[in-house]
């Protein structure tokens, strides 16, 4: 079942990684509409949600910048000023590295830690499990952002992917 998981979620990443890879710096902060989510918003919450992705799985998260939250946390409002923003390579290579130390650890993820609950109380509710949430995060989560990526790209009269 993991290992169907790990096909799922690299596959889910691919494309994710596709819809940016022939954007510019320049590029990643357009918005066709105040409050948009454009590229560089989406690829530093998906960082932060990966590290809490890894923590999870009793990774350690990466030290993100203080502001990390307030910028590209749920509820934060995307803004075109490009200097709150990082270049595109920032978000790709972090992206990787901690993706690749979760594929490790799911490799060796027990049963038993799949079914511990979620430990913020205030998450269980829709998240019971640890397993419930990795399996949000990296399905539906991301796939519903780069849903987002492939309309902005069409908005901005830049190719389908």
């Not at 993706?99 to 019971?128: T, W, Y």
């Amino acid at each position: 079942m993991l290992e169907a998981f790990i096909a799922t979620i690299t596959h889910t990443r691919n494309a994710t990684l596709k819809l940016v890879a022939d954007l510019t710096d320049d590029q990643m902060t357009l918005q066709p509409a105040p409050k948009t989510n454009h590229p560089a918003w989406v690829l530093g919450h998906l960082l932060m949600v990966e590290g809490n992705f890894l923590a999870l799985l009793g990774g350690t998260a990466p030290t993100l910048d203080a502001n990390w939250k307030d910028v590209y946390g749920g509820g934060s409002t995307p803004s075109a000023n490009k200097t709150l923003y990082k270049p595109k390579q920032f978000y790709l290579d972090h992206l990787a590295t901690i993706r690749a130390q979760i594929i490790e650890r799911l490799k060796n993820v027990k049963p038993e830690q799949l079914s511990q609950p979620h430990p913020d109380p205030a998450r269980r509710e829709r998240f019971p499990t640890i397993g419930h949430t990795i399996f949000m995060y990296g399905t539906w989560h991301e796939g519903y952002h780069a849903g987002q990526l492939s309309a902005w790209r069409r908005v901005q009269g830049l190719a389908a992917v």
